[in-house]
């Protein structure tokens, strides 16, 4: 079974973000509007217990951390992606490297991490200049602070089920 | 904002119900399958406080509850709905009766509370009907041990993003 590890911002991100991604985002009905801190990854019954005791552990030791998405920005060329860009991702950098440790560590690494919430992929090239020479002059200013994780995990129509949250304490 | 509480089955329902749903649920990309215990209601920040609140303090001392869904059933006349059943809708009425009670309590009751899995809805009699016709004969037997509740809420397209899991513990 697929497990990922998110965090969903406050609902006024979550509107913004959705009116993007009906038009731009084939994943719009599959998972609500996010920002990923642990890529999906296929576990077994005891990975997903030793994760699970270890995300407690984890999460009963960090504050929250404060994001502010300040602008869109892509991945461009490395993938067509467009998405809220954090204005300092550091703290969520550092959140990621707490939470991907020990049984939570990430052994094949496609990409360094980058913390982003998408609002357009699976677009081609073209489309994806067009997507983002348009938001790109979007003012963007979203602070909010992030006090929980979500372990979620993917049913067969690839939409994804929460199993089960962690509030960061520390 | 839109808060509601509910229980995830375990994926393989999830996926048998989804199967049905993608044809005959509008609800199908907004939600994943679920069992109601306390319908959505508009709460302000200090009544959610109170509400996570009483949900930590419930969820604490209730034992899991042994679930089986053994045939689908349907409300018709007083609604258009067809779902999954379970053998025995007790344990889910005393869960559902510990949950809503202070602070959680329902004011407005619209149904008596019928624990369900829906598979069908917002359709006409007539292909309520037929749905329920092509269903009835199917055979269930889905045993599951429901161990969290998930408070639910909703953005502005309908959909529900995931706010605080509590696990019984008791």
Not at 119 to 123: L, M
């Given at each position: 079974m697929n497990f990922g590890i998110v965090i969903f911002p406050p609902k006024d991100v979550q509107d913004a973000a959705n009116s993007y991604r009906k038009r731009f985002d084939p994943h719009y009905s599959l998972i609500q509007p996010h920002l990923t801190i642990r890529e999906s990854e296929s576990w077994d019954p005891p990975t997903l217990a030793n994760a699970v005791e270890r995300l407690s552990d984890v999460a009963a030791k960090l504050p929250p951390v404060e994001v502010k998405l300040n602008r869109f920005s892509t991945f461009y060329p490395v993938s067509n992606v467009v998405y809220m860009a954090l204005e300092n991702p550091k703290p969520l950098e550092r959140l990621h490297e707490a939470v991907c440790d020990?049984?939570?560590?990430?052994?094949?690494?496609?990409?360094?991490f980058t913390p982003h919430l998408t609002?357009?992929?699976?677009?081609g090239g073209d489309e994806m200049h067009d997507i983002y020479s348009s938001l790109r002059p979007i003012p963007l200013a979203f602070s909010f602070v992030v006090d929980r994780l979500h372990l979620l995990y993917q049913t067969d129509n690839g939409a994804w089920t929460a199993h089960q949250t962690f509030l960061l304490q520390g």
């Open positions: 020990g049984p939570l560590a990430v052994r094949e690494r496609k990409y360094s609002v357009a992929q699976g677009v």
